[in-house]
């Protein structure tokens, strides 16, 4: 079965950078798109960053020039670099992949299990 694993959580400082990691694995298809998403506290939860088949990249709007998304697809693996990081950047972060099926026409979306990411002032 298809499983997304997360990893590269933790705790920073202000100003300070991590490299979130998710692999896809248990499909002979790999990702057509990949996602970020992440969710605080009482909060919905909210695109990040988002790399298509072809590498085009699309990230919110509090993100842009700090975090950058990218994928290695031979190792089915999805990346976000997040560089000087914010308090207000603190949430649960969410990978997701779209993975087609056989039949090419309709694919399904898979998650992550979250990796927590909390930044310190």
């Known amino acids: 079965q298809v499983q997304l694993v997360e990893s590269g959580g933790g705790l920073v400082e202000a100003g300070g950078s991590l490299r979130l990691s998710c692999t896809a694995s248990g499909s002979i298809f790999s990702p057509n798109a990949w996602g970020w998403y992440r969710q605080a506290p009482g909060k919905q939860r909210d695109l990040v960053a988002t790399?298509?088949?072809?590498?085009?990249?699309n990230y919110a709007d509090s993100v842009k020039a700090r975090f950058t998304i990218s994928r290695d697809n031979a190792k089915n693996t999805a990346y976000l670099q997040m560089n000087s990081l914010k308090p207000e950047d603190t949430a649960v972060y969410y990978c997701s992949a779209n993975i087609p099926g056989y039949s090419g026409s309709v694919y399904t979306t898979y998650w992550g299990q979250g990796t927590q990411v909390t930044v310190s002032s």
């Open positions: 790399i298509t088949t072809y590498g085009s990249t």
